[in-house]
């Protein structure tokens, strides 16, 4: 079965680099299997919502998790 990890490797040779620190797996163990993937612009709570009712186990979002910006690893965040 593919796991997380897979998927990221797969990813990592369709851009020819790899994925940094900011992109790449934010929760669980990359060594997991999983059975489905969703694909979405951003984790909101209807594509979070959409992934569960799929049974997918992994959620690939184009944006930052924590769009617009990490509020816990951000050394300088935006002024409000």
Do not use: C
């Amino acid at each position: 079965m593919t796991t997380i990890g897979n998927i990221v490797q797969y990813v990592e040779s369709l851009t020819g680099h790899p994925i940094n620190r900011d992109e790449g797996v934010h929760f669980g163990p990359a060594d997991r299997e999983i059975s489905g993937v969703t694909v979405a612009w951003m984790a909101t709570p209807d594509s979070i919502r959409a992934a569960g009712k799929a049974g997918h186990e992994l959620l690939i979002g184009h944006e930052s998790l924590f769009y617009p910006y990490d509020v816990v690893n951000v050394e300088k965040p935006p002024a409000n």
